[in-house]
């Protein structure tokens, strides 16, 4: 059974940090791509970042370039998602998504697996 679980969400003011993570079981990860998403109230799932869990290539949303980083222990089988200078804009549910192929395809219907969320809250 494949379980991707997410953490670190939380409260946060503007201009501050977080991270957040993602263990995943049940999937042997070797050409996996797995990846960040979030949705904000009233808005749909939107793209934030994509790695490729054994080369480690990366892929962010313009609007988190920069302030963003994605990275990955592939001996705990988990990403991370650094968060610095965040903004009220960055408010949303994160979740994590994985796949078994790395492509360049970064819509949401492309990924297969999904954790439960996390709550990100930028206060102003």
């Known amino acids: 059974q494949v379980q991707l679980v997410e953490s670190g969400g939380g409260l946060v003011q503007a201009g501050g940090s977080l991270r957040l993570s993602c263990t995943v079981s049940g999937l042997t990860l070797t050409s996996h791509q797995m990846g960040w998403f979030r949705q904000a109230p009233g808005k749909g799932r939107e793209f934030v970042a994509a790695i490729a869990f054994t080369f480690g290539v990366t892929r962010y949303a313009d609007s988190v370039k920069g302030r963003f980083t994605i990275s990955r222990d592939n001996a705990e089988k988990t990403i991370y998602l650094q968060m610095n200078s965040v903004r009220p804009e960055d408010t949303a549910v994160y979740y994590c998504?994985?796949?078994?192929?790395?492509?360049?395809?970064?819509?949401?219907?492309?990924?297969?697996?999904w954790g439960q969320g996390t709550q990100v809250t930028v206060s102003s």
């Open positions: 998504a994985g796949r078994s192929q790395y492509n360049s395809d970064l819509r949401d219907g492309a990924f297969n697996y």
